[in-house]
């Protein structure tokens, strides 16, 4: 399932992170595509709001491409990483993703194209949320909720 959301402004990137927070159970996979500036950042901090974890915990990784903000309200803790910085066909291996993705935390992507496959691996659910520039005070967002084998979270024991 695919929607378009036009996002008029950082309260509506926000608006659209908080409607989606309400959804999730925390087992889900994040991954927020989108150029510099795009909003993804903007994002993660309005959902980890949302879930009463403080959003001043969210920044951009700059050293720490993986950081993991304790539970709020919503009962579940909050991994974010951010790839950007991550050198072209490096190992993700020693950033601990695999763990994550194992664990109860929610995991959020923003770059997220080198792990491509640790996605698909993870068995998850994916959202996948494509923001684009498309003015200097306007955003674009692409929501897509993958159907099948990551989209329906049912994974057997
Ligand atoms: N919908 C929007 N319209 C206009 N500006 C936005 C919107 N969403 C976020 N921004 C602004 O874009 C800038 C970059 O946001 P950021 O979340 O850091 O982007 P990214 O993490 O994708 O690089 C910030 O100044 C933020 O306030
Ligand atoms: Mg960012």
Redesign the pocket.
Known sequence: VTREVALRGPAATARLAREIAGTLTGRELLLLEGDLGAG??TFVRALAEALGIDPAWVS?PSFTLVQRYPAGAAGFGLAHA?LYRLPPGSDLEPLGLEELLAGDDLVAV?WPASGHELWQACGRPILRIRLQVTGATSRKAVVETATGRNGDGAKGP
């Open positions: 993804k950042t951009s951010d923003e």
